[in-house]
């Protein structure tokens, strides 16, 4: 196992993955204000676009530039082998454009997510929603912060749970067992949101649960996870334990809850 990259590298590397992130987010908006793209379907179903592409290639080439000691695992990469990966210590987990689908409705709830992986776990992470112009960002050592423009970055914390939690939902994938569980939270109050920017919204202290009852892929929920966690907060299974990264064959993940504090036992009420 190699050693961690250290605090300091994570400080080092964090403005100049959430400038990368920004040039991908403007590659990504070029195509979105276009209002002419094509759509097409991958194997699974899953819809994707010329921005995806264009924001993975941008990514890939600045990321091989700044730090090439480290692999890079991608949504819209080649397929590799959990044999090759298993031998990663450290590397770059990214989602060009998660939330493809808000993208293909212009309601700008997309994101580009960029995750440094360590020994299975997210250990810095960059969250940037090129429409709302919104940058999340954090590391092992740097706390967590949001920048809104140009305006200068925040430091970003979880809240205690209140008695009426805020919920944050999917906005394209609701579900039956998602609905379940509300019922049993009780009282509460639902903000529906795409892509990691509802992990994000826990992060900062506006909601206090996402919990997502269905598939998602490690490259989905890295960044924001990393977020999350250096806010104070976490991201677990449905049995309570943390997600981590690159240890089986299938780049998807289980059925999970991001919440804030643990006043209340959230994996009892998700009905898995």
């Known amino acids: 196992m190699s050693t961690h990259p250290g605090h300091a590298y994570l400080g080092e590397l964090l403005p100049s993955i959430c400038k990368i992130a920004r040039a991908a987010g403007e590659s990504i908006m070029s195509i979105y204000e276009s209002k002419d793209f094509d759509i097409e379907r991958k194997a699974d179903q899953t819809p994707v676009t010329a921005a995806d592409y264009a924001a993975h290639h941008l990514i890939v080439e600045q990321l091989a530039a700044l730090s090439p000691r480290h692999p890079i695992l991608s949504e819209e990469s080649e397929s590799i082998s959990f044999e090759e990966r298993a031998r990663w210590a450290t590397y770059w987990l990214i989602d060009p454009l998660d939330g493809t689908r808000e993208f293909i409705k212009r309601n700008g709830e997309f994101t580009v997510n960029i995750a440094l992986v ?3 776990d997210a250990i810095l992470g960059v969250v940037y929603a090129p429409a ?14 949001r920048q809104d423009g140009d305006a200068a970055a925040q430091p970003i914390r979880v809240r205690p749970t209140p ?18 569980m509300l019922e049993r939270i009780g009282t509460h109050e639902l903000i529906s949101m795409g ?26 929920t890295a960044a924001a996870q990393c977020v999350l966690e250096q806010a104070g907060g976490r ?24 919440f804030g504090d643990d006043s209340r036992d959230w994996a009892t009420l998700s009905g898995d």
């Open 118 to 120: 360590h020994a299975h």
């Open 132 to 145: 709302l112009d919104i940058c999340y960002f954090g590391a092992e050592g740097a706390g967590a912060w």
């Open 163 to 180: 008695d009426c939690p805020t919920v944050a939902g999917s906005r394209s994938h609701a579900s039956a067992r998602l609905q379940d």
């Open 235 to 258: 991201l677990t299974d449905t049995d309570g334990h943390r997600l981590r990264y690159n240890t089986k064959e299938s780049l998807l993940n289980p059925h999970f809850l991001a």
């Open 195 to 220: 892509s990691a920017l509802k992990t994000c919204l826990v992060a900062e202290g506006v909601a206090d649960l996402y919990p997502r009852l269905g598939l998602t892929s490690e490259w989905d």
